[in-house]
């Protein structure tokens, strides 16, 4: 079922040339969360749901940010949104699922790998370990460290729970 929320992204150059794939998901009926590093410096970004053969683009990114690498992209089609667990309910040692489009776009679209939650820390601290300070408005985020495999092309799909409901990114 979550299958179908997990689309395929392209990102274009100035000149039309892919440069960049990835996978992302549906959050909301025309809103599209991915990682930022997948769609840095594109012209035109296209999205194709898992397993379909129909292509749109975006139409603008809704929000970015550079700190957590995650993108919110406005999409023209509609898709179905996954549920959205909260980060503080997941332990270490809980069984999670990557989903995403490895490998040479179209060939490995909506592929799965399983694993657990290996590790998981406050985003937080890991900046102030850096002496960064966090984006304004942000009280809290996890990072979660999983053993599922996330191959390239499939940064940015979701990470489910047991439950199928989105994690991580």
């Known amino acids: 079922e979550a299958m179908d929320s997990v689309v395929l992204l392209r990102a274009y150059d100035r000149l039309g040339v892919p440069f960049a794939a ?8 025309n809103l599209v969360l991915t990682n930022f590093h997948v769609v840095r410096g594109a012209a035109k970004v296209s999205v194709q749901p898992a397993g379909s053969e129909q292509v749109t683009y975006i139409t603008h990114a809704s929000g970015i940010s550079v700190p957590l690498d995650l993108a919110v992209l406005q999409v023209e089609v509609e898709g179905k949104p996954l549920q959205i667990a909260s980060a503080d309910r997941v332990a270490v040692g809980d069984k999670v ?3 995403g489009n490895p490998g040479e776009p179209g060939k490995l679209q909506g592929t799965v790998s399983e694993g657990i939650v290996s590790g998981k820390r406050d985003w937080l ?3 102030a370990d850096y002496g960064a ?7 809290t985020a996890f990072v979660l460290q999983t053993t599922a495999p996330v191959s390239p092309g499939s940064s940015g799909g979701p990470l489910l729970t047991q439950k199928g409901r989105a994690v991580g990114v």
């Open 22 to 29: 990835g996978s992302g998901f549906y959050i909301d009926k």
């Open 133 to 139: 300070g966090a984006p304004e408005g942000l009280e």
């Open 97 to 99: 699922v990557a989903i």
């Open 125 to 127: 601290e890991i900046v």
